[in-house]
């Protein structure tokens, strides 16, 4: 169906990171026995979400369009939250996971792939488990904390060439980005000496108030929330209202700001196209 074609994948939004996991051609997932069968020819890729709102919630549905994988299982650590609501009750033949360990430890034989979209300072250990088990990997950016968890996951994939791994940049696979490379490629832009990126739209952080002395006191968990595990690598903080969710991003025991945040998607169009073809990366091909 044209509709589904490589090409048309390119051209909307969001589905081009998509593409990189669905497109590779006889998906196998393997468990830690290597006893789990590969899918048949044409069915549908059996995935698992690991943050299943806000932004999680978008991934699914740009997954979900393709037509060519179905949700098996969910997994988020606040699942009573109204957003984790929504999904869950769009896909109730799931299993429903709080702590990604569970999933991996209790139902690796049952999904084939993980698309993950949780805090940054999490992306290293799920995305580390999930290639230990033998799942093709989708995360969204960045892929981790720091430069050397970066290098540790690209060896891990370089040693499984089998799984497609791959990291996801909000927009960078729409037009622009590909047009900038055209006028790059044309000559049309050159001999640049300066650019300026800005950022001018509100996020959650900026009404905080900017001489603050210390982190927030302790708030009570949601219902259901498993804080423990939403921390994973970070600091500990006691729970609070400005730390999730997305909040997170403010602080930087956390997260990086709006650099962190945005920087991602605006300082990089040119480096990115021009060099790669495309800034959509897959973190085991490089």
Known sequence: MESLSRRNFLKTAGLGTAGAI???QHLSARGLDGSSPAPAKG???RLAAIGIANRGAQIIEEFERTGLCE???LCDVDPESAESRKTIAKYPKAKLFKDFRKLFDEYADHFDAVCVAIPDFAHFPVAMLALHCGKHVYVEK???RTFHECELLM?????????????GNQGHSEANYFQFKAWKDAGIIKDVYKIVAHHNDWRRWHP??????KFPD?????PGMDWDTWLTTAQWHDYNGKYHPGNWRGWFDFGMGAIGDWAAH?????????????????YGRQ
Request: proline fraction near 9%; glycine fraction near 10%.
């Open 22 to 24: 669905l497109g590779v």
């Open 266 to 282: 605006i300082i990089d169009t040119g480096a990115g196209p021009a060099v790669r073809g495309g800034a959509a990366e897959a």
């Open 71 to 73: 949700f098996v299982a």
């Open 218 to 222: 302790a708030e009570p968990l949601p």
């Open 43 to 45: 069915a549908k890729v």
């Open 155 to 167: 060896a891990a994939a370089r040693k499984h060439p089998e799984l497609a791994t791959q990291v």
């Open 142 to 144: 960045p892929m981790a």
């Open 208 to 213: 905080y108030d900017v001489n603050i002395k």
